[in-house]
C-alpha cells in the first residue's frame, strides 16, 4: 500500500530529463527566433536606408531649385541651409551639373563674397568643395570668380575646416591648370 501512495512517482530522474530537454530546446528555439528577428530588422533598416539614401536627393530637380533659391534670401541661416543642402546633393557629376545649370555655382560664390561670419563662409565653402569634384564645375566655378573670392576669405580661429576647405579648392583649381596666382 505504501507503495502505491508515493507522492514521488518511480521515473522522476527521467522525467525531469525530458522536461529539462524540452525546456532547453524552447529557450534554443527562442533564442533562434529572437536572433533571426534581429536580422530580419537590420536587413530591412539597410535596405530603407540606402533607398532613403539613393532616392532623396531625386526628388527632383525642385529640391536643387529650392536650394540655389535659398542662397538668395538674405537671412544667412537660410543661406547656410541652402548650401548644405547642396553640398549634399552634389554626389555625382550629374547632380553637381544640375546645380552648375541652375545657377548655384554662381550663388555660392556670390554668398562666400558677402559671407559676414565664419559659419555662412564654412557653408559655402563646404558646398563649393563638393561641387568642385566636377571638372565641368569647376570650369563653371572659375568663370564666377571663385579664385579671388576664396583667396581673399579669411581664415577662422573658430573653424579650422574653412582654411582646409580653401586649400582643397585652391588645390583642384591647381590641378585643373588654372591660374591661381592672382
Known sequence: MQHLCRRNPVNVQSRNFSSSFYRDEKSIEEEAERKIGWLLKL?????AGVIAYNLLP????????QSVSLLNVKDPLFKRMGASRLAR????DKRRMKIVELGGAKELVNMLAAAKDDRTRKAALKALVAISKSDEAVGALHE????PVIRSTPDSTEYNEIEQYKL??????????????S
Not at 168 to 180: A, E, I, K, P
Open 89 to 92: 546633393i552634389a554626389i555625382d
Open 58 to 65: 531625386y526628388m527632383g530637380e525642385n529640391l536643387v531649385q
Open 168 to 181: 582643397n579648392l585652391l588645390s583642384r583649381f591647381r590641378d585643373l591648370r588654372y591660374d591661381v596666382s
Open 43 to 47: 536587413i530591412f533598416a539597410g535596405t
Open 144 to 147: 564666377a570668380g571663385a579664385i
